[in-house]
């Protein structure tokens, strides 16, 4: 009896330690990462712009429920609500819910819109580089400030016409960035709390000085973001590309790669791959850049980083319309990887700021209302952007990789292997008959 009811006792005793291990586990959990330099789990850069976040944080997916994306999506934040249990997720289904999609602007199934406090932005690159520049974004607050030139037929910041951009900085002002138009033959220099100042594709040409003001406002220290189209050398703004040492080239860029990815007009120029640089750092999207015309530099004043560059076998043409030109050496045609977009830098002469920026595209096409659902192309806005503003060097995540991932062997070592493979299972069936022969003849 002693012995039976010992053996209850632990019986009793098991079953107890079983159930309060199930309970705290439901109280608590704990994570062990033994992966090579800890690359499954969030770098401490991460965890620390999280803390930075004092509120809570809401990010909603809209991912549709058949594409797998959700199970993706819900484990990549989870690792990220460890660190911040008040981290909530929603999905919205796109095809349920199509008058939410078209609200919040989504183009991309799967696509994220991270909401903290008043600020929200959207997010188009599941990765922790991405998500944590986006937290990064959330936590720094305040409004920035950029001005629109206007006056001379640019682009407007607020218009919904085809060639406006008023779809994308609505996106920006979710992020905080306000645009104002600025009028320069109006004012008697541009405003010294603009934190960047925009000129997009002015059509007529500029009055002398207006483009004095702009000179000015780069020798003051002040950001620019330059969009030039083909065909704009007539507007006056010579002083301004001395003033950056930037060149147009004549003609406009034509880029027969297109045709692969079944772009009919060559004019359309297609990039898939991108110069290193801040801007870049990690940018695998496509963008497309429709009416394209060469840069190149020809100054020493800044740091030039190329960031946009046509395909090799693209080349220079006339500008015009209807079938493209063929390549024409005689005509002064080039051929090559043109470059269409620079990010330039130096030491600022202003004193609140260490360092000045200013980007120059050969196109102010790929931000407009009509071309900016296009691929990446609202990201990579948003991109320069971030650089312009100072908010590209927030968070360098370090590089994890796992060492060795690469097995190099030569023929002989990949015959051995093949044979290996081969000779391994027939001298295992030769051992079972082998030792079935033995146990028969017993």
């Not at 989870?78 to 249990?85: D, E, L, N, V």
């Not at 779809?167 to 009028?183: D, E, H, R, S, Y």
């Not at 990039?271 to 020809?298: C, E, H, M, Q």
Request: glycine share 10%.
């Amino acid at each position: 009896m002693r012995a039976r009811l010992a053996s209850f006792a632990v019986y009793a005793m098991l079953l107890v330690a079983a159930g309060a291990l199930g309970y705290l586990s439901t109280r608590g959990g704990a994570t062990w990462d033994w992966t090579y330099d800890a690359r499954a789990s969030l770098a401490p850069q991460s965890i620390d712009v999280l803390r930075a976040l004092k509120g809570p944080l809401t990010v909603t997916s809209y991912a549709s429920p058949g594409s797998g994306l959700r199970a993706t999506i819900s484990g990549f934040i989870a690792r990220y609500q460890r660190y911040k249990p008040d981290l909530a997720l929603r999905f919205v289904d796109p095809a349920a819910d199509p008058a939410a999609v078209r609200a919040a602007g989504i183009s991309v199934d799967g696509e994220l819109v991270l909401a903290y406090g008043r600020r929200s932005l959207r997010l188009t690159q599941l990765s922790d580089q991405s998500f944590t520049d986006a937290l990064a974004n959330l936590a720094r607050g305040g409004t920035r400030l950029v001005a629109f030139v206007t006056g001379d037929g640019e682009r407007s910041a607020a218009g919904r016409a085809n060639a406006d951009l008023g779809g994308f900085m609505a996106q920006l002002a979710a992020q905080g960035v306000q645009a104002v138009p600025i009028n320069l033959a109006q004012v008697a220099a541009i405003p010294r709390n603009a934190d960047l100042v925009v000129l997009a594709s002015p059509l007529a040409r500029l009055a002398p000085a207006s483009v004095h003001k702009l000179v000015e406002w780069l020798r003051d220290g002040g950001n620019l973001l330059w969009l030039t189209d083909p065909g704009s050398a007539h507007l006056g703004l010579a002083p301004l590309r001395r003033e950056l040492g930037i060149t147009a080239l004549p003609g406009e860029i034509i880029d027969p790669s297109g045709a692969a990815a079944g772009l009919a007009d060559p004019r359309l120029v297609l990039v898939s791959t991108y110069p290193p640089g801040a801007i870049t750092r990690g940018f695998a999207l496509d963008t497309l850049f429709p009416g394209v015309v060469a840069l190149a530099r020809s100054g020493n004043n800044w740091k030039y980083t190329p960031l946009l560059r046509a395909a090799p076998q693209s080349y220079t043409a006339p500008v015009g319309v209807g079938p493209a030109p063929a390549y024409t050496a005689a005509a002064g045609d080039l051929r090559g990887a043109l470059d269409f977009g620079f990010a330039l830098s130096r030491l600022s002469a202003n004193p609140l700021h260490d360092q000045q920026r200013v980007v120059v595209i050969g196109d102010g096409n790929f931000l407009s209302n009509t071309f900016l659902g296009n691929g990446g192309n609202a990201a990579l806005g948003t991109r320069i952007f971030d650089w312009l503003l100072g908010d590209d060097t927030l968070v360098r995540l370090p590089p994890r990789a796992a060492p060795d991932r690469q097995l190099a062997i030569g023929q002989r070592g990949l015959d051995a292997l093949t044979a290996a493979l081969i000779l391994l299972p027939v001298l295992l069936l030769a051992g079972a008959f082998a030792l079935w022969l033995h146990r028969r003849r017993r």
